[in-house]
T-cell receptor, first 114, second 114 residues
Framework: DAKTTQPPSMDCAEGRAANLPCNHS???????VYWYRQIHSQGPQYIIH???NNETNEMASLIITEDRKSSTLILPHATLRDTAVYYC???????????????FGKGTLLTVNP | GAGVSQSPSNKVTEKGKDVELRCDPI?????LYWYRQSLGQGLEFLIY????????KSGLPSDRFSAERTGGSVSTLTIQRTQQEDSAVYLC????????????FGEGSRLTVL
């Protein structure tokens, strides 16, 4: 069952901010939002995660709406190397059972253009 | 290096042969996952190991697939009597206990069954 909805593709100009949206309207109170990306021919790479507060690290910023039904991943100054498929995933932060699995959807193919 | 190491990086085999794929997780990571990714497709969960607990094998597509993790470290994914539909990139990931949403992936093993 799909828990997140992302646009299949987006374009961004090099040096500009890339804003990648994700809808997760059925998110539960104990579920976090995780973002990964997969550059062509490489394994996925963890980017950032958050619960309800906005988060920032050296790679990106994560903005989560107050109702937590959607979020936006922001790459402040996109480079050509940021061209990748970006996955938005919701799941509990830790714990056993089937909830631990990260289920990857189809993601958004971000193409950064020169 | 300190990342997840997988071998072989490429494997070409004939239909009906058995193959073994190896994963060396990051030292100290207690959780280990196997995923596979067919050409142009998303990531498909296969199996999960966490410490000394019984592995979750719910994602294995058939009884031709098996995996083990020896000493809580290195894991081997074995595919018996390979079929052409087994052709895919097999990705291994590991994570720290308590941070199981932050997976570190290897570069994958590309399997081609002729």
């Amino acid at each position: 069952d799909a828990k997140t909805t992302q646009p299949p593709s987006m374009d961004c100009a090099e040096g500009r901010a890339a804003n990648l949206p994700c809808n997760h309207s059925t998110i539960s109170g104990n579920e976090y939002v995780y973002w990964y990306r997969q550059i062509h021919s490489q394994g996925p790479q963890y980017i950032i995660h958050g619960l309800k507060n906005n988060e920032t690290n050296e790679m990106a910023s994560l903005i989560i709406t107050e109702d937590r039904k959607s979020s936006t991943l922001i790459l402040p100054h996109a480079t050509l190397r940021d061209t990748a498929v970006y996955y938005c995933i919701v799941r509990v932060a830790s714990g056993g059972g089937s909830n631990y699995k990260l289920t990857f959807g189809k993601g958004t193919l971000l193409t950064v253009n020169p | 290096g300190a990342g997840v190491s997988q071998s072989p990086s490429n494997k070409v085999t004939e239909k009906g042969k058995d193959v073994e794929l190896r994963c060396d997780p990051i030292s100290g990571h207690t959780a280990l996952y196997w995923y596979r990714q067919s050409l142009g497709q998303g990531l498909e969960f296969l199996i999960y190991f966490q410490g000394n607990s019984a592995p979750d094998k719910s994602g294995l597509p058939s009884d031709r697939f098996s995996a083990e993790r020896t000493g809580g470290s290195v894991s081997t994914l074995t595919i018996q009597r390979t079929q052409q539909e087994d052709s895919a990139v097999y990705l291994c990931a590991s994570s720290l206990e308590g941070r199981s949403g932050e997976l570190f992936f290897g570069e994958g093993s590309r399997l081609t069954v002729l």
